[in-house]
């Protein structure tokens, strides 16, 4: 919106997202909200706020852990010989070997998460800022938490 002082903003109205299960993103735009000192109300459309935060959350890619039998070798190159497990579970540390069994390792992939945000005029539903972040982390706590502290870069207020 041409002319608009974001300066004048105090409250931020987190719309609900579209899913209950995607609230752990919106609850962390919240939290850096109000890190940031300003009013947050959580909920669908009302008045009150001076702006509305709507978030869409495009991709989910959670971390993984898989358990990796490893057998013998050719040179400098490690055979895999039986198949790999996915391994469940929040935490893994390193052992010697993986899982307790000789010659296995454990590896770990990022979590991954796509998601856009957009500042919308309550009076008008005119869109006043939008931004989006692909973002990659070891877990799925980091990767919320840098996307959004990521999207705070560009985002107007401050």
Known sequence: MAGMDFSKIKTVLVLEP?????????????RQLMDRGYRVRVGNPSAGSDVWLQVTISQVIPDKKY???????????????????????????????????????????????????RLISPETQELLWSGSVTYEGLDMDVAVEGSVATLFKKFPLQ
Do not use: K, M, W
Not at 18 to 30: C, P
Not at 84 to 109: H, M, N
């Open 18 to 30: 579209q899913y209950a299960e995607q609230r752990f993103v919106t609850d962390e735009f919240a």
């Open 67 to 117: 358990l990796v039998p490893l057998q013998g070798s050719l040179g400098n190159q490690t055979l895999i010989l039986n198949p790999i497990t996915e391994v469940g579970g929040r935490s893994l540390y390193p052992s010697g070997s993986g899982a307790g069994l000789q010659d296995a390792q454990i590896l770990v992939s990022n979590a991954t998460l796509s998601l856009s945000a």
